[in-house]
């Protein structure tokens, strides 16, 4: 069964900094990743759904890429803003597209003005 | 993607009621939703699995007979948190796969339901 880890569990930076946030997952056979954003006591936003025969996608200032083979995805963020500040969740089906969701536990993410 | 609603957003209630939390699919027949609860700084944990004019399938540990839920339709899911107790306090969120004809979609979810249990 999948299993989904992301680190660093929180990061702080000041405004303007480009960040990477990492997720690992262990199952290969991977169909797609998506990227959310959490905010405190609020739903799911999606930010980026990546496909499996896919490497990367990109959305404003937002780039998510994957490499099965690693068994990691990378979410990059750009000259980053307050309003970035937010849970940062990755997640994988769990056996096969259409099932539940796999969640990593977060990377919790401050950025400073 | 899918536009899914969730009601209510928040409850409180007494020890030993029953609550109510809807979720709909505004404009995708979702066959399947699911069902997940997220407890202070954890993540997100899958409760059951919701199947329309089925029985949900629940995973381990979540008791069945305690977290009713029903898919009469495509449109609409319930979670029923009966007999609520304090530890049954915290924020459900249901979501929808939009995965058709075979091709893996994204997952949209609904705004959450923060529960609190007195």
Sequence with gaps: ?113 | GAVVSQHPSWVICKSGTSVKIECRSLDFQATTMFWYRQFPKQSLMLMATSNEGSKATYEQGVEKDKFLINHASLTLSTLTVTSAHPEDSSFYICSVSTSAGGLPGGYTFGSGTRLTVV
């Design chain 1, 1 to 113: 069964k999948q299993e989904v880890t992301q680190i660093p569990a929180a990061l702080s930076v000041p405004e303007g900094e480009n960040l990477v946030l990492n997720c690992s997952f262990t199952d290969s056979a991977i169909y797609n990743l998506q990227w959310f954003r959490q905010d405190p006591g609020k739903g799911l936003t999606s930010l980026l759904l990546i496909q499996s025969s896919q490497r990367e996608q990109t959305s404003g200032r937002l780039n998510a890429s994957l490499d099965k083979s690693s068994g990691r995805s990378t979410l990059y963020i750009a000259a980053s803003q307050p309003g970035d500040s937010a849970t940062y969740l990755c997640a994988s089906p769990a056996n096969q597209a259409g099932t539940a969701l796999i969640f990593g536990k977060g990377t919790t993410l401050s950025v400073s003005s």
